[in-house]
């Protein structure tokens, strides 16, 4: 297994170990701050590595077909398993219906991918999707951490922890929702594309048919 599988592997192993943490089996549970830290760090790990094994894939001509197939298997996994990790962890800002939009998004646009590649074609990722990536990062370490504080203070400055969660998901609510239609919008167009390519395709081949003797 080269380098770049085994960092999308560590991001595989480190979903358990996440879920684990923000369970009440954690050792330092009584120490205030300590769970809420240790997760968000952990998580933050695990998303630098879903760029980092890409990156090194690409650089060093290490890109695999298993590659391919664990690396958006890891990235889906982590984010749906934080989601409905904090369903129960912090149910005031992670509503059910919340993580049922975001993680449906998720099997919406793997759908139409797959469906894609099927017909020869392949979706790209737009930058609605970039973006929809960083805001599901901060929206999960951010309601991790408004488990512990509800804000912070530095001097004269307040940082309002748990409201910065409650608008960090409902924007990745509203981003997740918008990103999903443009994959759907670029899907159509692509297929509407296809299925023109067809037509032409064997209306050349009748009349090539036809006017044969």
């Given at each position: 297994?080269n380098?770049?599988?085994?960092?999308?592997m560590?991001?595989?192993?480190?979903?358990?170990?996440?879920l684990?943490?923000?369970t009440?089996?954690?050792?330092?549970?009584?120490?205030?701050?300590?769970?809420?830290i240790?997760?968000?760090?952990l998580?933050?790990?695990?998303?630098?590595?879903?760029?980092?094994?890409?990156?090194?894939?690409?650089?060093?001509?290490?890109?695999?077909?298993?590659?391919?197939?664990?690396?958006?298997?890891?990235?889906?996994?982590?984010?749906?398993g934080?989601?409905?990790?904090l369903?129960?962890?912090?149910?005031?800002?992670?509503?059910?219906?919340?993580?049922?939009v975001?993680?449906?998004?998720?099997?919406?646009?793997?759908?139409l991918?797959?469906?894609?590649?099927?017909?020869?074609?392949?979706?790209?990722?737009?930058?609605?999707?970039?973006?929809?990536?960083?805001?599901?990062?901060?929206?999960?370490?951010?309601?991790?951490l408004?488990?512990?504080?509800?804000?912070?203070?530095?001097?004269?400055?307040i940082?309002?922890?748990?409201?910065?969660?409650?608008?960090?998901?409902?924007?990745?609510?509203?981003?997740?929702?918008?990103?999903?239609?443009?994959?759907?919008v670029?899907f159509?167009?692509?297929?509407?594309?296809?299925?023109?390519?067809?037509?032409?395709?064997?209306?050349l081949?009748?009349r090539k048919?036809?006017?044969?003797?």
């Amino acid at each position: 297994m080269n380098l770049p599988n085994s960092i999308t592997m560590s991001r595989i192993v480190m979903i358990p170990l996440l879920l684990w943490i923000l369970t009440s089996h954690f050792p330092w549970l009584h120490v205030h701050g300590a769970q809420e830290i240790t997760a968000s760090v952990l998580f933050v790990l695990a998303s630098i590595t879903d760029g980092l094994d890409g990156y090194l894939a690409r650089k060093r001509s290490q890109v695999t077909t298993v590659g391919m197939l664990l690396d958006p298997i890891a990235d889906k996994i982590m984010v749906a398993g934080a989601l409905i990790a904090l369903v129960a962890y912090n149910p005031d800002v992670v509503k059910v219906w919340i993580v049922v939009v975001i993680i449906g998004r998720e099997f919406l646009v793997s759908g139409l991918r797959s469906i894609a590649s099927s017909e020869g074609f392949t979706i790209q990722a737009s930058d609605l999707g970039k973006l929809k990536t960083v805001v599901q990062i901060v929206c999960v370490v951010s309601a991790i951490l408004a488990h512990g504080w509800y804000q912070w203070k530095f001097g004269v400055l307040i940082v309002p922890v748990k409201w910065i969660a409650i608008a960090a998901i409902y924007f990745t609510v509203l981003v997740s929702s918008i990103s999903a239609i443009d994959y759907f919008v670029g899907f159509w167009k692509q297929i509407d594309h296809a299925s023109n390519d067809r037509r032409k395709s064997f209306i050349l081949t009748r009349r090539k048919n036809a006017s044969t003797p």
